[in-house]
C-alpha cells in the first residue's frame, strides 16, 4: 500500500536528499490535499466511464443526463483543489529536486489537467447557451478525452522518473513497477479508444426513404406538402397571435406548450437539428420539418444557414399548422 500511494501521491512519503538533508516532497497539508483530490478523481473516472459507455446510444436515458450534470459540477469541485496542488507542489518539488524529467512530466500533468477542465466547461456553456457539439466542433470533445486520459499517463511517466532517482531496494522496485503497469494499460486503453473512434458508426443517418414521400417536391424528404405542391408566403403561418384576439385563453395556452416550444426556440431540438445538418447535409433537416418547422418549411427557408435570425425559426407548431390542413395522406408518421 506504502508503494502504491508513493505512486499516486508523487512519492509523498519519499523523501529527496538536498544539502545533506532528507526532506519530503510533499508538505503534510499537500499530502492531505492530494488524498481529496484523489477521491474525488476516482468518482470523476468511474463518471466518466458511465458516460462514455452511453456516448453512442441514440437515445440516453435522464440517468445519462444526470451523470452529465454530476461530471461538470464535480469537474468544478475539483477544479480549485487541483490548480493550488500542482502549482504548490511544482514549486517546492524544483526547489527540491533537480529531476528534470520528472518535473517535466509533472508539469506536463498539471496542464493536461487545466486544458482538460477548460474545454469541459467551454462545451458545458455552449450547451447551455443552445449550441451543440456538431462537426466543426467536435475537436472538443476529442480534445476533453484526450487530456483526461493523457493525465494519467503522464503523471504515471512522472513517477517512472521519480523512480528513477530512488536508492535500489524494494520501494523503488514496487514503483517501478507500479508505473509501468499503469504506462502499459493507459496505452491499450488508448489504442481501444481510438479503434472505437474509427470504427464507430455513429453518425446520425435518415431511415429508409418513406414511400410516401415526393422526391420532387421542395419539402423532401418530408411527407409533407402545400395544396399547390408549392412553397407558401412567409408570413402565414406566423398569424397565432391574430387567434388571440378571439381565443385569447386558448393562445395563452398555446403560448405555454410544447407546440410552440417544438423548434429553434427548444435548445434540445436546435442541437439535434444542427447535428443532423452537419452530418447529413441541409436537405436532410427538412425531413424533421414537416412536424417541428412548418413556418420555415413551407415558405422555403428551412435550408438556410442564417435562419436562427428569422422569427420563423422561433414559431414552433403554430394555429394554422394544424387548422390549416386539409388532407392526411397516410397516418405513418415518422416516429
Known sequence: MRGWFDF???????????GGMSRAILLPWQERLFRILLALVVVLLLNSAALWCWTRTPDPPLTYYALLLFHFALGLVVGVPFTIYALSHQKRARSLSDNHAAAWFGASTAICGLLCMGVGVYMFGLAALG???TRDREWCLYLHRFTAWAMPFLYALHMRARASRLAPGRERRRLEIAA???????LGTLGVGVRQVL?????FHLPPVDPYADKNSPFFPSEASSSTGGVL???LLLESQQCAQCHADIYRQWSESAHHFSSFNNPWYKASVDYMRDIDGPTATQWCAGCHDAAMLFPGIMKMKEKMRLPESH??????VCHGIVEVKNTTGNG
Open 315 to 320: 414559431a414552433g407548431v403554430a394555429c394554422l
Open 8 to 18: 499516486m501521491a508523487g512519492s509523498a512519503c519519499a523523501a529527496v536528499e538536498r
Open 233 to 235: 408566403p412567409v408570413n
Open 180 to 186: 509501468t503497469t499503469a504506462i502499459l494499460v493507459l
Open 131 to 133: 449550441g451543440a457539439v
Open 199 to 203: 470504427a464507430s458508426n455513429a453518425e
